[in-house]
């Protein structure tokens, strides 16, 4: 089973992926459910993460690869592994983030080139999540808990129109799916965004453990 939260950033991503390993850990058990990330989830992937996110890439297609890069040893030496064990992985970020970030809302690459990216990632043999998680919400709230943690770097740098095209793009990927994909409304409380989560997981999957097995 392999689950990706996606989502803005401070649209807390990554809490919910917490929450949703100890979730899984509980029904499945601790050595059957693994949380990584993109980018820099694989034992080299710090280097990588530092350089994507210092901010001295000026190229749209340089990001992009970099990213593709992250992802293919991310996926050869930590996902296909785990998924090969019949874990359950839980991923904060993975394909979508490139095509709503690098691809979707960036004039300089153009939507009309995402099909063409998704091709690719098909070609490469990335293996498709089984669920989209995308924790919903606007520039403005995001930015105010992001503030709230002293995080304002990506905001301050791209500006708040890029992070709503970037929602927008996410919106564009959830209705070109064929399924899979699980909206939630995440300007609530914590606890509130992951009993919505669990809600529509377990609508998917069902309530029982095995649902969530490989
Ligand atoms: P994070 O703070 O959620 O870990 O994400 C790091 C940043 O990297 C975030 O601003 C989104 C960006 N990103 C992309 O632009 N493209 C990608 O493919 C990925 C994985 C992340």
């Not at 890029?162 to 409304?185: C, N, P, Q, T």
């Not at 919505?196 to 998917?204: A, T």
Request: hydrophobic share 40%; with cysteine.
């Amino acid at each position: 089973m392999f689950i990706v939260l996606e989502g803005i950033d401070g649209s807390g991503k990554t809490t919910q992926a917490a929450r949703l390993g100890e979730w899984l850990s509980g029904l499945l058990g601790r050595d059957m459910v693994l949380v990584t990330k993109e980018p820099g989830g694989w034992a080299g992937g710090d280097a990588i993460r530092r350089l994507a996110l210092d901010g001295k890439l000026s190229s749209a297609w340089g990001k992009f690869f970099l990213f593709m890069t992250d992802r293919c040893e991310h996926v050869s030496s930590v996902i296909m592994p785990a998924l090969g064990k019949g874990m359950c992985v839980i991923c904060d970020r993975y394909t979508p983030s490139t095509l709503a970030y690098q691809v979707l809302s960036n004039p300089s690459i153009g939507s009309g080139t995402a099909d063409y990216m998704t091709g690719i990632c098909e070609a490469i043999g990335l293996p498709l999540p089984d669920c989209v998680c995308l924790l919903d919400i606007g520039a403005d709230t995001a930015r105010k808990r992001l503030d709230a943690r002293g995080r304002l770097d990506a905001f301050d740098a791209l500006g708040r129109d890029y992070f709503e095209r970037v929602r927008a793009a996410y919106d564009v990927l959830m209705k070109r799916s064929h399924g899979g994909w699980i909206k939630a409304d995440a300007s609530g409380d914590e606890s509130t965004v992951f009993e919505e989560l669990k809600r529509g997981l377990e609508r998917m999957f069902g309530t029982r453990p095995g649902g969530f097995a490989a």
